[in-house]
Every structure is written in structure tokens, then in C-alpha cells.
Nanobody, 126 residues
Framework: QVQLVESGGGSVQAGGSLRLSCATS?????VGWFRQNPGKEREGIAT??????????AYADSVKGRFILSRDGAAKTFYLQMNDLRPEDSGMYYC????????????????????WGQGTRVTVSS
């Protein structure tokens, strides 16, 4: 089972940027970022899949054009660059992973991932 550790959360004013990191215990090829607020469902916001020598990316409409997902060459650290942050982006952010291929695409559903990190909090003030 892949183990994940997120970092990089914090507080920022609206319009600012943060970069979240997700370190995995082994090379991982299907990774997603989710966020959740109290009383709301955990929503998938970004995912990547590396396979066949290429990496595909997908984003939820709510973050498209503002958030950028990337990975290091070893496929063990994944970054979520968050720009032009808004108060509604506040929440707990979770990294999720499947070591092998994504079972579906875009992999933005909870059931796509067997492994989850502990989460990191992001607070955006207006």
C-alpha cells in the first residue's frame, strides 16, 4: 500500500498562491487531490496519470486555469500549485494515490484511490 504525506497548507489572502506537496512511499502513477469542508462531500479537484511515457492531467471546473498539478521525475512527489486563491478554496486538502494505472479517467472519484494522506489545511481570507 502506498503511503502519502501532504504538506504546504497554510493561510493566505484571496488572490494569493500556495503550493501543496504530496510525498509517496513508492513510485505512483495515478494521483489525485481532493478537498473537503465540514458538512460537505470530499470533492476531487485534480488528477494525473502517468502511463505509456506520457502524463495526462484533469481538473475540476472549479479550479481549472488556476491550479496546476505536477510531479517529479521519480513519480514520488506531486505538487499542486494553487494560484488566484479564493475564500471558497478553503478546506482540508487530501492527496490520494493508486500505485498502478488509474481505473477510470478522469480519476476524480473517491473510489478511484485506495491510499490517502492525512490532509493539510488551506485557509483563504477575503
Amino acid at each position: 500500500q502506498v503511503q502519502l504525506v501532504e504538506s504546504g497548507g497554510g493561510s493566505v489572502q484571496a488572490g494569493g498562491s500556495l503550493r501543496l506537496s504530496c510525498a509517496t512511499s513508492r513510485p505512483t502513477y495515478c494521483v489525485g487531490w481532493f478537498r473537503q469542508n465540514p458538512g460537505k462531500e470530499r470533492e476531487g479537484i485534480a488528477t494525473l496519470y502517468t502511463g505509456g511515457g506520457t502524463t495526462d492531467y484533469a481538473y475540476a471546473d472549479s479550479v481549472k486555469g488556476r491550479f496546476i498539478l505536477s510531479r517529479d521525475g521519480a513519480a514520488k512527489t506531486f505538487y499542486l500549485q494553487m494560484n488566484d486563491l479564493r475564500p471558497e478554496d478553503s478546506g482540508m486538502y487530501y492527496c490520494a494515490a493508486r500505485a498502478q494505472a488509474c481505473l477510470s479517467w478522469p480519476a476524480l472519484n473517491l473510489g478511484d484511490y485506495p491510499a490517502w494522506g492525512q490532509g493539510t489545511r488551506v485557509t483563504v481570507s477575503s
